[in-house]
């Protein structure tokens, strides 16, 4: 709460340590910055990301940015995304994580970026998704386009967090639609999750564009969570 107030009255503190940024920082200070939790998954094979998804759905590369870490750095940004409705920072976490994922010639290849869509009651009561600015973020980083408008969810679904795996795959299966497979046709696309904990949201929307797309699928999140 202290925090908020701080933060409100003083927008130019580091959102982890409170210190005066510079003018070249934004929300996190430099010292901060390189302390970030990242996971380096894009440089990793076989990283946990991917063994997490492995046998669910085919995909080509998975990558996280950060580690979730409880009452950590990750925790207060996502906290920030979530309940403050920050949505020039989760762009600011794409461009930012766009820098990583271009190191990778493979990852050169991605061709298109689609966000999992929220539910529009949902979409309307957070103001925003968070993992499509993210997404806006990563395809303006990457100069590939954001075609998140070609997957839609089509019911609302309850929070994921209280519930166990099995629960979580029931409560998220068949509920994400494809409007327009034609644009999604024969391209690499990276698909964008905030947070990736057991992986049946991402597995499920990733299904329903395999079931009515000819292309590859690589993932990425903002955070894992294991
Ligand atoms: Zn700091």
Redesign the pocket.
């Known amino acids: 709460m202290l925090q908020h107030l701080l933060h409100l009255l003083y927008p130019n503190l ?6 005066s ?1 510079v003018q070249t920082e934004r929300y ?6 390189i302390t970030l939790p990242e996971t380096n998954d894009h440089l990793i094979k076989e990283n946990s990301v991917e063994k997490t998804m492995w046998g669910r759905i085919p995909f080509e590369r998975a990558f996280s940015f950060l580690y979730f870490n409880q009452k950590g750095v990750t925790q207060r940004l996502l906290h920030e995304l979530k309940y403050r409705g920050n949505e020039d920072l989760a762009h600011y976490l794409g461009e930012l994580y766009a820098l990583r994922i271009k190191q990778t010639a493979q990852n050169q290849k991605i061709d298109a970026i689609v966000a999992i869509p929220l539910h529009p009651s949902k979409l309307k009561k957070r103001g925003y998704n968070q993992s499509f600015a993210f997404a806006e973020g990563i395809a303006k980083g990457l100069n590939i386009e954001n075609l998140s408008g070609a997957v839609s969810r089509i019911k609302a679904t309850d929070t994921q967090t209280k519930k166990s795996r099995s629960e979580r795959w029931k409560n998220v299966s068949s509920i994400f639609c494809v409007t327009n497979s034609e644009i999604l046709n024969q391209k690499h696309i990276l698909l964008v999750d905030d947070v990736i904990t057991t992986g049946a949201t991402i597995e499920s929307c990733g299904q329903e564009i395999i079931k009515t797309v000819n292309c590859t699928l690589s993932i990425a999140s903002i955070a894992f969570a294991a």
Not at 14 to 19: E, F, K, P, W
Not at 28 to 33: R, S, V
């Open positions: 580091c959102l982890n340590c409170n210190q940024l996190l200070c430099l010292g901060c910055q």
